[in-house]
Every structure is written in structure tokens, then in C-alpha cells.
């Protein structure tokens, strides 16, 4: 199986311990950096149509503005409710300054 990695942003553009939403591959996607590590997982709530990149980063959960589901930005499981399905996430290279994801 091939991989295939997607530069998807600049390091530094990736605020520390913080989400910013991007658009890669005509996929939305939000990139966390928290702890020195970043990760990826779709930008869109799996219970409501919100950006998960408007809501707020606590440590490794996201938690969605629209009806304060969380989400662990490690492994997208669900973490409370209203949410009932976890989130993709994606795998994450830094080189050369640079975030690639592989899709």
C-alpha cells in the first residue's frame, strides 16, 4: 500500500496548544498542536454540523461549539454525550518545517 502524504500547512502556522481549520485535499480538516505533538482529525462535528476549529482546545479534547460534545484530538473517540460516533483522524509527519497528513 502506497502512502500518500499531503502537505497540509506550515509548522509554525499551527498555533501552540491550540486548533486551526484548513482545507486539504477538499477534505476539513482541523490541526491541533497540544504538548509539543500536532494532530489531525476532521473538522466537522459528527453530531452537529459545527467546525470543530470554533470551539476550544482543553488539554487533548476538543470541545464543539455547538453543543459541547468533546472529542480526545489523539484517537477522535467521543467523549461524552450528545456525541455517539468518534471522529477520523489522520496521521501526521512534521519535515522541513512543514505538517504533512497522510489521506
Same mark, same amino acid.
Given at each position: 500500500?502506497?502512502?500518500?502524504?499531503?502537505?497540509? +500547512?506550515?509548522?509554525?502556522?499551527?498555533?501552540?496548544?491550540?486548533?486551526?481549520?484548513?482545507?486539504?485535499?477538499?477534505?476539513?480538516?482541523?490541526?491541533?498542536?497540544?504538548?509539543?505533538?500536532?494532530?489531525?482529525?476532521?473538522?466537522?462535528?459528527?453530531?452537529?454540523?459545527? @467546525?470543530?476549529?470554533?470551539?476550544? *482546545?482543553?488539554?487533548?479534547? +476538543?470541545?464543539?461549539? *455547538?453543543?459541547?460534545?468533546?472529542?480526545?484530538? @489523539?484517537?477522535?473517540?467521543?467523549?461524552?454525550?450528545?456525541?455517539?460516533?468518534? *471522529? @477520523?483522524?489522520?496521521?501526521?509527519?512534521?519535515?522541513?518545517?512543514?505538517?504533512? +497528513?497522510?489521506?
Amino acid at each position: 500500500m502506497s502512502q500518500n502524504w499531503i502537505e497540509a +500547512i506550515a509548522a509554525d502556522d499551527v498555533p501552540q496548544d491550540d486548533v486551526v481549520g484548513v482545507a486539504v485535499e477538499g477534505r476539513d480538516l482541523a490541526i491541533y498542536s497540544f504538548n509539543g505533538n500536532v494532530y489531525v482529525t476532521d473538522n466537522i462535528c459528527t453530531h452537529g454540523h459545527a @467546525r470543530l476549529c470554533d470551539g476550544f *482546545l482543553e488539554g487533548h479534547e +476538543i470541545e464543539c461549539p *455547538l453543543h459541547q460534545g468533546k472529542f480526545d484530538i @489523539r484517537n477522535g473517540k467521543a467523549m461524552c454525550s450528545p456525541l455517539t460516533q468518534d *471522529l @477520523r483522524t489522520y496521521p501526521v509527519k512534521i519535515e522541513a518545517g512543514k505538517v504533512f +497528513i497522510e489521506m
